[in-house]
């Protein structure tokens, strides 16, 4: 992988004599001269590289450059990262925006609180899920639930680069994928501070299981949202604590978010994602 984000090589053609279509779906490029479909998920580090490790900046722009220069057909999850390829240099022909999809399956209720109890979760509580990182915007969220002291914040991924410290959250670490959709079902809320993500999928998947959301004003998870969610600048701790409270205080505006939440989810499929994907191999194979 380390020789394929330097130059690309090796060349995977001598291994794959059959295949009509090279896609290369996470910020690694091989070398080949079949069609190339690739996916850039984000860009965020172009415009904020400060988030990232030196390492990481270096990596991912030799990968951009690569795709500047090539052919490929580019999949971009959302509208923002299409403008910011655009910015980069990538011509808008090439790109095509496929959102993500979410498993419609739900988890069982009282499975869910039994199991977030367990792991010392108590009702009603506050969850985020993703890697910790300088971009997700932790301290906004450990600021805002400062204001919330009653509630516990239960923080649920993998640790990823930076110093990143959430004060007073419950940190349970990296889990399953049953897990994390048993905790989301459990909450009360799910917070997604982040201000630039490429799409945000654990807003999507937190709205499958009927849990509103609290997201940035403007940002592409507020976009995949929509409806299910409240949109705030976190940046703000008082405004967001309030929309945090007003979720956990007032039982009708809970059910409403929770209801166009799971209403909102049912668009985004993996089939209609798989089925947009494969146009664009059909595309890049003509």
């Known amino acids: ?33 079949r069609p190339t479909v690739v996916t850039l998920h984000d860009l965020a580090f172009v415009r904020h590289p400060e988030w990232f490790t030196a390492h990481g ?37 090439r790109l095509h925006v496929i959102p993500w999809g979410v498993n419609p399956a739900t988890v069982d209720a009282d499975r869910a609180r039994s199991f977030a109890a367990e792991q010392g979760a108590t009702a009603p509580f506050v969850l985020f899920v ?29 640790k990823g680069w930076g110093d990143v410290e959430v004060e ?5 670490g990296e889990r399953s994928a049953e897990e994390v959709a048993m905790l989301m079902a459990a909450a009360h809320v799910v917070a997604y501070p982040s201000t630039l993500e490429g799409f945000g999928l654990p807003v999507l998947e937190a709205m499958a299981q009927g849990t509103p959301v609290v997201v940035h004003a403007g940002s592409t998870p507020a976009a995949v949202a929509g409806p299910g969610g409240v949109e705030i ?28 939440a799971r209403q909102r989810a049912t668009e985004f499929t993996w089939e209609n994602t798989a089925a947009m994907t494969s146009a664009v191999y059909r595309k890049a194979a003509q």
Request: glycine letters at 8%.
């Open 130 to 158: 993703g890697t910790l990182e300088p971009r997700k915007n932790l301290t906004a969220l450990a600021d805002a639930m400062a204001l919330v002291p009653d509630t516990p914040l239960v923080v649920v991924g993998p």
């Open 57 to 93: 900046v270096r990596f991912f722009n030799r990968l951009l450059d690569r795709v500047r220069r090539g052919d490929q057909q580019v999949i971009v999850p959302s509208v923002e990262t299409a403008a910011d390829c655009v910015v980069a240099g990538i011509s808008e022909a």
């Open 233 to 260: 600048d976190t940046g703000d701790a008082g405004r967001f604590a309030e929309a945090i409270r007003t979720l956990i205080d007032d039982a009708d505006f809970h059910t409403e978010r929770s209801v166009a």
């Open 1 to 33: 992988m380390q020789l394929w984000g330097r130059g690309g090589w090796p060349a995977v053609d001598r291994w794959l004599p059959d295949v009509d279509v090279i896609h290369a779906p996470a910020y690694v490029l091989p070398s080949t001269e």
């Open 168 to 172: 007073g959250a419950l940190l349970l």
